[in-house]
Each structure stands twice: as structure tokens, then as C-alpha cells.
């Protein structure tokens, strides 16, 4: 060998005691860089700068492996494809043998006489060879099959070698259509019998039973696999040629290394855009043919941008013109309502605040969001869109509730003392209350997450570099991989451990000598359910907080009855008041009571607008949070329109209905209008009366 040439080597030849450069420079171990301590010590392709914490092995010869190498099908450190195995996928890839010679697939296996009548012309009889263009000395016979008209993409190993190498579906061949060569496979046949192939090559073929045959297949490094181990999903030649060919899978982003040979994750087709993330990059969802944002489609978007600058825009107009009445309250009825109508509007610009929050982050960072939810999710930011939302609903919902008690005891004659002096202590704390309520709802899931994981916790999610966990996973998912690796702990011991304890398992499954797993993991809290950060209305019994949930959703009928049955009330009264009014003989020659029954039909317009707008608010949602409940529906993709569309229209029709001075305006307007309509109706009336006067009829018009 000339010594001027370099020529990498195999970090597992350094100081194995066999001289493999010129210089016998790999059995100076002073020379190479090394990563870890004690027993774990292992040399390193790079600097010290450049080590990571690895996998710890319990079997198998190795004693560490870098993280990339885990769930990759291969095990290459004795168990951690058991480790691995609720990530790995699961296929068939040997068709069934009956005798040297046949190989049966599916339901053409015979003695399936109950399946029988599938099998009628829908099963293909025909003869196989590996190398058809070749003839190879020694081998006398093909490989029968019976195989069913099928699609190759979603078969594996032998099956689909069989189906696509025989020309039965449009899926190439990945065989060379050569024989290998005498050399090929080293070490791995030890009774190889060496034949001739064309009458000009050299090849090899292997015993099978009484006969001889040559079902291999050679990889690119020479290595020769039997049929079951190609296009079966896992990189079994170590440089990807096993895979590189086969059109029945899916590569994941991560699934190639910086030579570009396939590794890593690769998933049958039926895995992928099926709403459940396989890959550890999530490429497998968020892909040309599937993605996800936070608000899915444009209509969410600008309804997101519009409910929510009309949300701010009007409430805060609200809550300013009730400071300027609280300054000429006359009598303590009015001071009550005027500051109830705040606070509603108050918790009304929360959620626009909250619509306008989530409608900025998908625009700025929408397009990355589906490989990025995981940070998103149980991120702050999250938290605080999701607390924002959950107080401005409450604020809003609980105001009313005591608004519409209120006004229900005036109404009764509980409130009848215009000229009392005016106290502004008691509606303040009343508000203050309200708001303390409120807040208290909204944050308590965040703050005490800690001490309620079970009931508050969304499962945990970790960065891609740790390959066992894709997405969201509860603690059964942790309990599973722990009990996998350690054997000695039982996942219901692990039931009512914290999470802290279970990722210090999973962090002494690698070595700690570099800290690079530190930060990798984050819990999901309340509000990361889904990426509009909603409150959790939509939950199945089994879920930790049903419980919670569901006293939130008690809570809310409670208050919407209470508000439309104190409403009804007052709808019963305007309507008695307007029969007096009716009956009273003098009224046309009464302007005060005319303005009073103008007032009163005012009312009952308003009364009933707000009993519509709440349940029309509520009602679907409380309705839907039912049917996924009693599993009727899964309502998981209804978060959105709900979170955008359907609980905020209070919060935008809110100040209009209790704000006499935006009803007014609104009243105004549309008065305004129609005195135009009718000026133009008019006008278009004269313009045609003399010809009605003359007996002439207009052209064109039907009498």
C-alpha cells in the first residue's frame, strides 16, 4: 500500500489490537479523541467539543450507541429494538412455503376453502426466477407462486419482491438482474458451491433441501441479505441499498445520513397523513400531501383578525363611555348596571385579545408550526393564550349571570330608591369578586400543574435526539419504554410517580457525562390540548381532566340558565307593561307614554337578542362536548372554528346588547337608513303617478 495515501478506518479498529494503518498509528490510543468516563469511554470521529451523552446498552457486545442509531429496526445493541418496539412497524414479509418449490400469498394459500370464492380469477399462477435473464448451472427449477391481483405498495420483503419483480404491479424491481459474482457475500454462506453463470461468469449458488438455489440479495457493500429483509422498512445492509429501491415506504427527513444513505425511520404508506406522527421529525404529517396550522384555512385566519379587532374596538368603546356615565349616575340600580356592563366588556376584550394573540403567531410562524407544535404546545406562550381565553370567557359568562339577577330584581321591585345616595363600594367589590373568580379559574390549572399533573398534564413531549417518544406521550407510553429497558419495574408501579422521577428513568438510560439531555423534555400543560391553546372542553371520561372539565361545562348551564330564565322574566314584565300601555285610551295624545312604550319595545328587542346570542354562543358547544363525551363524535377537530368563530360572537355582539350608547348609534343608522330607502321609494313614486293619473300605463311594467 503506498503510505502517502490516507484511507479511513473503523472506529472500532482503534486498539483492537490489530495493526490496520502502515504506521500503526490506530494502536496509539493517545492519538484519538475520546468522549465519556470510566467504561463508556469510546472514541470519537470529532473533538471533545463535539461528544453527546449515548445510549446505554444492558446486552449485546457494544456498550454505548449514539442516539441516531436507536429505532431504526437493527439491533445493534441487543435490546433496543424491545425498547423501541411501540414505534417500530410491524409487517409481513415472507410469503408462506409449501414444499422447495412454491410460495402461496394471502388468500391463495390453499385450504382457505372459506375464502374460496374471493379466490375465484382474482389469484395469478405463475413461475419465478431471481436472475430470469441469466442461466445459472445447477439450477433446474422456478419458484411457483400463487399470488392475488394486489397492490405491491403496501407488501413487504419476499412478498413484494415476488409481486414487483414479476412484473404484476408497476413497482420496480430492486434486484440486479445480474448474478452475484463468486466473491460477493463474504463469510456469510459456509457451503457455498460455485457454479457458472452465462457461460462467461463466475456466481455461487446455496443448498436448498435437495436442490440448489440463489434467492439473495447483494447490497452495495457486498453483503448478501435472504428476501424477508429487503424493502421490509429496516436498513439491514447497514448502507441503505436494501432500501434505496423500494416504492413501499416513507422516508422520514431524519431517515438519511451525511452520505445520503437511507437510515433511520422508514414507515409503510398506510402511516402516512393519518393524523398520528411516526416520525420523529413529524415529516410523516407535515409533509406536500398533509400538513397542519393553528387556524386551518384562510376563512379562520381573517375570522380570527376580524372577530378580534371588532372585540377590542367595541368593548373598549363600551368600557369608556361607561366611565363617563359612572360620573352622572343619578341612583345606585344604574351604578350597579353600568359597571357589570364593564366587566363583561372587559372579559369580552380578553378574548380579543386572545383572537388577535393566536391570529399573529400562525401568521408569523404558521408555515412551521406542524413540525414545530411539540414547542408550541407546552410552550409559555401557549399557557398564556390559553389563560386569556379561559378569564375572558368566565369574566364575561359569570358578569352576566350576576347582570341578569340584577336587573331580574329591579324588574320585581327589589331596587326601588332613585333617590338613595349613590355607594360605589359594594358594585366595586361585587366586580373585583367577579374578576378574582375569574382569574383564579383561568390560572389555577398552570400554576399548580405541579402539584396536579395527573389532572392538569397533557403528557410530556421531547425533543426529536431521543428516539423513543414521537409527539405527545402519557405516562403509560413512559411506562412501557422504563419496564422494556429496566425489566425489574412494573408499569403500574409507575402509576403514581411523578413526572420528574419518570424522566430521570428515561435520562439513566443514557450517560450523563456531557448534560445534553437536559432541556429535551417539557410537560404539556392544561391549555396545550391543541394548538389554538383552548380550554379542554372536548374530553372523554377516561381522560385525566374530565373532572375538571366537566364542572366547568356544569358550571356554564348553570349560568346560562340562570340568564335566559331571569331574561324570560323580564320579557313577561316588558310584555304586561306594553298590554297597559296598548289598553290605555290616551296614549296617542301622550308623548311620555309613547317614548315609554318605545322604551319597552326596546327592551324586548334587546331581551331577546341576548337569550339568541348566548345560546348560539354556548349551546353548540355544550352540545358537541356531549356527543365526543358519549363518543358519539371525536370533536378534536372542531377546536379551531370554535376557539375563532363560535365562542367569541358574544364578545363582538356583547356591547351592542348591553351598551345603550352603541345601540343607540346602531339604532341611529339603520333609522337613518331607512329614511333614505323611503325618501327614494317616494321619489320613485311621484316620478311615475301622473301617468298613473292620466289611466296610461307604463311600458315594460306588468299590470
Avoid at 384 to 395: D, E, H, K, P, Q
Amino acid at each position: 500500500m503506498d503510505p502517502t495515501i490516507s484511507s479511513p478506518i473503523l472506529l472500532s479498529w482503534l486498539g483492537d489490537g490489530v495493526v490496520d494503518c502502515v504506521g500503526g498509528e490506530d494502536e496509539v490510543l493517545d492519538l484519538w479523541p475520546v468522549c465519556g468516563t470510566g467504561i463508556f469511554q469510546r472514541f470519537s470521529e470529532n473533538d471533545q467539543q463535539q461528544c453527546k451523552d449515548v445510549y446505554i446498552c444492558k446486552f449485546g457486545p457494544k456498550t454505548t450507541i449514539p442516539s441516531q442509531l436507536l429505532c431504526d429496526g437493527v439491533d445493534t445493541c441487543g435490546n433496543e429494538n424491545k425498547v423501541c418496539q411501540r414505534l417500530l412497524s410491524e409487517v409481513v414479509t415472507k410469503a408462506v412455503g409449501v414444499g422447495t418449490w412454491n410460495k402461496f400469498i394471502g388468500y391463495c394459500l390453499p385450504g382457505l376453502e372459506s375464502l374460496e370464492f374471493l379466490t375465484q380469477g382474482k389469484c395469478i399462477h405463475f413461475s419465478y426466477s431471481v436472475f430470469r435473464e441469466s442461466t445459472i448451472l445447477g439450477i433446474t427449477q422456478e419458484t411457483q407462486v400463487s399470488a392475488p391481483k394486489m397492490s405491491c405498495q403496501y407488501t413487504f420483503g419476499e412478498i413484494f419482491l415476488l409481486l414487483a419483480c414479476s412484473g404484476l404491479c408497476s413497482e420496480q424491481c430492486p434486484i440486479s438482474k445480474s448474478p452475484p459474482k463468486i466473491d460477493s457475500c463474504p463469510h456469510q454462506f459456509k457451503r457455498k458451491i460455485f457454479t457458472i453463470a452465462d457461460e462467461k461468469q463466475l456466481t455461487f449458488v446455496t443448498r436448498k433441501e435437495d436442490s440448489f438455489g440463489q434467492e439473495i440479495f447483494q447490497c452495495r457493500n457486498n453483503k448478501c441479505l435472504p428476501f424477508e429483509k429487503v424493502c421490509n422498512l429496516i436498513n439491514d445492509c447497514g448502507d441503505g441499498s436494501d432500501e434505496e429501491k423500494c416504492s413501499n415506504h416513507f422516508k422520514c427527513k431524519q431517515s438519511a445520513d451525511e452520505q445520503g444513505n437511507i437510515g433511520g425511520q422508514l414507515l409503510p404508506l398506510y402511516k402516512v397523513c393519518d393524523s398520528v406522527p411516526d416520525c420523529a421529525d413529524l415529516s410523516d404529517e407535515c409533509n406536500e400531501r398533509c400538513g397542519k396550522r393553528i387556524l386551518q384555512g384562510l376563512h379562520l385566519k381573517i375570522g380570527a383578525f376580524l372577530l378580534g379587532f371588532l372585540a377590542i374596538g367595541l368593548n373598549l368603546w363600551t368600557i369608556g363611555t361607561v366611565g363617563s356615565d359612572l360620573r352622572t349616575a343619578s341612583n345606585q340600580a344604574f351604578l350597579n348596571n353600568r359597571l357589570l356592563v364593564a366587566t363583561i366588556s372587559l372579559g369580552d376584550t380578553l378574548t380579543g385579545i386572545y383572537l388577535l394573540g393566536i391570529a399573529v403567531y400562525d401568521t408569523l410562524k404558521g408555515d412551521r408550526y406542524c413540525e414545530n407544535q411539540n414547542y408550541w404546545l407546552a410552550s409559555k406562550q401557549c399557557d398564556l393564550l390559553g389563560t386569556v381565553s379561559t378569564m375572558g370567557s368566565v369574566l364575561s359568562l359569570v358578569s352576566m349571570t350576576s347582570l341578569s339577577l340584577l336587573r331580574v330584581r329591579g324588574v320585581t321591585g327589589g331596587i326601588r330608591s332613585p333617590n338613595t345616595e349613590v355607594k360605589f363600594k359594594l358594585p366595586i367589590a361585587m366586580s373585583l369578586v367577579i374578576i378574582l373568580i375569574s382569574v383564579s379559574f383561568a390560572i389555577f390549572p398552570v400554576i399548580f400543574i405541579k402539584e396536579f399533573e395527573d389532572v392538569f398534564g397533557n403528557g410530556q413531549v421531547w425533543d426529536s435526539d431521543l428516539k423513543f417518544f414521537v409527539g405527545r406521550n402519557g405516562k403509560a407510553a413512559h411506562w412501557e419504554v422504563i419496564e422494556s429497558y429496566y425489566g425489574r419495574i412494573k408499569g403500574d408501579q409507575l402509576a403514581k410517580e411523578p413526572w420528574d422521577k419518570i424522566t430521570l428513568l428515561i435520562k439513566g438510560m443514557y450517560t450523563s457525562d456531557y448534560g445534553n439531555l437536559d432541556g429535551l423534555n417539557s410537560l404539556v400543560g392544561f391549555y396545550g390540548n391543541e394548538g389554538v391553546c383552548l380550554f379542554k372542553f372536548f374530553v372523554l371520561p377516561q381522560d385525566p381532566q374530565f373532572t375538571f372539565s366537566l364542572i366547568y361545562q356544569i358550571l356554564t348551564v348553570m349560568c346560562l340558565a340562570t340568564i335566559c330564565t331571569c331574561y324570560m322574566v323580564i320579557e313577561g314584565a316588558s310584555r304586561r307593561s306594553l298590554a297597559e300601555l296598548n289598553m290605555n285610551n290616551d296614549l296617542q295624545n301622550n308623548p311620555v307614554l309613547q317614548e315609554r312604550l318605545k322604551q319597552q319595545q326596546k327592551t324586548q328587542r334587546k331581551v331577546t337578542l341576548i337569550i339568541v346570542t348566548d345560546l348560539i354562543c354556548w349551546l353548540p358547544i355544550l352540545v358537541t362536548s356531549f356527543c365526543h363525551m358519549t363518543e358519539l363524535v371525536d370533536a378534536t377537530p372542531y377546536y379551531g372554528i370554535f376557539s375563532v368563530i363560535v365562542l367569541p360572537i358574544n364578545s363582538v355582539l356583547n356591547p351592542l346588547l348591553y351598551s345603550n350608547h352603541i345601540y343607540d348609534s346602531i339604532e341611529k343608522v339603520t333609522g337613518w337608513l331607512e329614511k333614505q330607502f323611503d325618501s327614494l321609494a317616494s321619489l320613485l313614486t311621484m316620478s311615475w303617478s301622473p301617468m298613473i293619473i292620466e289611466g296610461q300605463q307604463p311600458e315594460n311594467i306588468e299590470m
